[in-house]
């Protein structure tokens, strides 16, 4: 029986652990459940999950919680990062899945590392932001991060076994969001709610605006160079709307090797969980005839700048990384509430990477610090 303690729980992410969780009970069990400010779903998960410990994002939304749980179960309710480094550090946990949404993953995932917790690691803005810090804890702790994200899952599967000398390029695929096709002049009359409309995936609002810029492909990008290692010129962005391939990695023979399956994030959700064994999950298999053909195009740059942006600060790294992030989670949020138009979002990051004087060599302060000025300075942008 393996203990979890899942880090987003109420997110799209973490909602689809617990759909693994309750498929498998006599190999997974809850230790401690972390959401932000959906109490009411959280509530319904503590009485079904019956988690050790409980965490929000405040005090009064712990009471508020303590209210809806009342008697009905012996949960430890805590709250903000006080609570959230109690749960990263559980004793009882035997995994922390990192699935909290932007920079607020980076602290627990940092604490969890530094107890010697494996992470199933969901939250890509904590190798963005500190990929070098967090990837060098785990090495120096004996940690290990086995990814979730289904592009970084399939880069992970098809790399194991082979002799890391012999790579050489990773292909992470793309499905190009919703408006791949559109002509530039119409992304102007984009609203929330036509580019919340992914084509094959089901996500989040924050990570499905990010798809639909491409921001959330560069963001990847970033992630994977720190998570297996590599520069930033072996990695290549490839769109392929059927996202039937979730990423592809080139040996020096001249090999291509893919992971495929059909757009569901229980997959590689239970490989994280269940490493190095697989589950039964009763999913169906890839129907090839079905399928008929697979397509595949370079990014338009031209037309979605925020992906040349997150390459842009990979290459700067230092802390220009941490202010892409949190300058983008702001722009996204703005346009969710519809402060600014969809073009904006990539401008503004842009903007504010222009004003940044990156700090080399940082420390956890040094990123914290960057991180709350791109947030501010974001605002004045706004």
Same mark, same amino acid.
Request: glycine share 8%; net charge neutral; hydrophobic share 45%.
């Given at each position: 029986?393996?203990r979890?303690?899942?880090?987003?729980?109420?997110?799209?992410?973490?909602?689809? %652990?617990l759909?693994v969780v309750?498929?498998?009970?006599e190999?997974f069990?809850?230790?401690?459940?972390?959401?932000g =400010?959906?109490?009411?779903l959280l !509530?319904?998960?503590?009485m079904r999950?019956?988690p050790?410990v409980?965490?929000?994002?405040?005090? /009064?939304?712990?009471h =508020?919680l303590?209210?809806? %749980?009342?008697g009905?179960n012996?949960v /430890?309710?805590l $709250?903000?990062s006080?609570?959230?480094r109690?749960a990263?550090t559980l004793?009882?946990a035997?995994l922390v %899945?990192?699935?909290m949404v932007?920079?607020?993953?980076l602290?627990p995932?940092?604490?969890?590392?530094?107890?010697?917790?494996?992470?199933?690691?969901?939250?890509?803005e904590?190798?963005?932001m !500190?990929?070098?810090?967090v990837?060098?804890?785990?090495?120096k702790?004996?940690v290990?991060?086995?990814?979730?994200?289904s592009?970084?899952?399939?880069i992970f =599967?098809?790399?194991?076994? $082979?002799?890391?000398q012999?790579l050489?390029?990773i292909i992470?695929?793309?499905s190009?969001?919703p408006?791949?096709?559109k002509?530039?002049?119409?992304?102007?009359?984009?609203?929330?709610?036509m580019a919340?409309? #992914?084509?094959t995936?089901k996500?989040?609002?924050k990570i499905?605006?990010?798809? !639909?810029?491409?921001? /959330?492909k560069g963001l990847?990008?970033?992630?994977a160079?720190w998570?297996?290692?590599?520069s930033l010129?072996?990695?290549?962005?490839?769109? #392929?709307?059927?996202? @039937?391939?979730?990423?592809?990695?080139? +040996? *020096?023979d001249?090999?291509?090797?893919? =992971?495929?399956?059909?757009p569901?994030m229980?997959?590689?959700i !239970? +490989?994280?969980?269940?490493y190095?064994?697989?589950?039964?999950?009763g999913?169906?298999?890839?129907?090839?005839?079905?399928i008929?053909s697979l397509?595949?195009?370079k990014?338009n740059?031209?037309?979605?700048?925020c992906l040349?942006?997150?390459?842009?600060?990979?290459g700067?790294?230092?802390?220009?990384?941490a202010?892409? &992030?949190?300058?983008?989670e702001?722009v996204?949020?703005a346009?969710?509430? *519809?402060r600014i138009?969809f073009? *904006?979002i990539?401008?503004?990051?842009?903007? @504010?990477?222009?004003? $940044?004087?990156? %700090?080399s060599?940082?420390?956890?302060?040094?990123?914290l610090?960057? &991180?709350?000025?791109?947030? *501010?300075?974001?605002e004045e942008c706004l």
């Amino acid at each position: 029986m393996k203990r979890l303690s899942i880090f987003g729980s109420t997110g799209s992410v973490g909602k689809n %652990v617990l759909r693994v969780v309750e498929q498998f009970p006599e190999r997974f069990s809850v230790a401690a459940l972390a959401a932000g =400010q959906n109490v009411d779903l959280l !509530a319904e998960q503590i009485m079904r999950f019956t988690p050790e410990v409980a965490v929000v994002l405040d005090e /009064n939304l712990a009471h =508020q919680l303590k209210k809806t %749980v009342m008697g009905a179960n012996r949960v /430890n309710i805590l $709250h903000g990062s006080d609570g959230y480094r109690a749960a990263a550090t559980l004793t009882s946990a035997d995994l922390v %899945v990192s699935a909290m949404v932007g920079s607020a993953g980076l602290l627990p995932t940092i604490a969890a590392i530094e107890a010697g917790k494996p992470v199933a690691l969901a939250n890509k803005e904590s190798l963005v932001m !500190a990929g070098e810090l967090v990837m060098g804890t785990a090495r120096k702790k004996g940690v290990p991060i086995i990814p979730v994200d289904s592009e970084h899952s399939a880069i992970f =599967q098809c790399l194991a076994g $082979h002799d890391r000398q012999d790579l050489k390029r990773i292909i992470l695929t793309a499905s190009g969001g919703p408006f791949s096709g559109k002509p530039i002049e119409d992304l102007d009359r984009i609203t929330p709610e036509m580019a919340l409309c #992914h084509p094959t995936w089901k996500m989040g609002p924050k990570i499905t605006i990010d798809s !639909a810029t491409l921001m /959330n492909k560069g963001l990847e990008v970033i992630e994977a160079k720190w998570l297996f290692d590599v520069s930033l010129e072996l990695i290549e962005v490839v769109i #392929h709307p059927e996202s @039937v391939i979730h990423s592809m990695v080139v +040996y *020096r023979d001249g090999s291509v090797i893919a =992971q495929l399956g059909l757009p569901d994030m229980r997959v590689p959700i !239970a +490989y994280a969980l269940s490493y190095p064994k697989r589950l039964p999950l009763g999913l169906p298999s890839l129907d090839f005839v079905d399928i008929a053909s697979l397509t595949f195009q370079k990014p338009n740059i031209e037309k979605f700048p925020c992906l040349t942006l997150a390459l842009e600060a990979c290459g700067i790294g230092k802390t220009m990384p941490a202010v892409l &992030s949190a300058a983008n989670e702001m722009v996204v949020d703005a346009f969710l509430s *519809r402060r600014i138009g969809f073009r *904006r979002i990539g401008e503004v990051v842009q903007e @504010v990477m222009s004003k $940044h004087k990156p %700090v080399s060599s940082p420390g956890l302060s040094d990123i914290l610090c960057a &991180s709350a000025w791109a947030r *501010r300075t974001a605002e004045e942008c706004l």
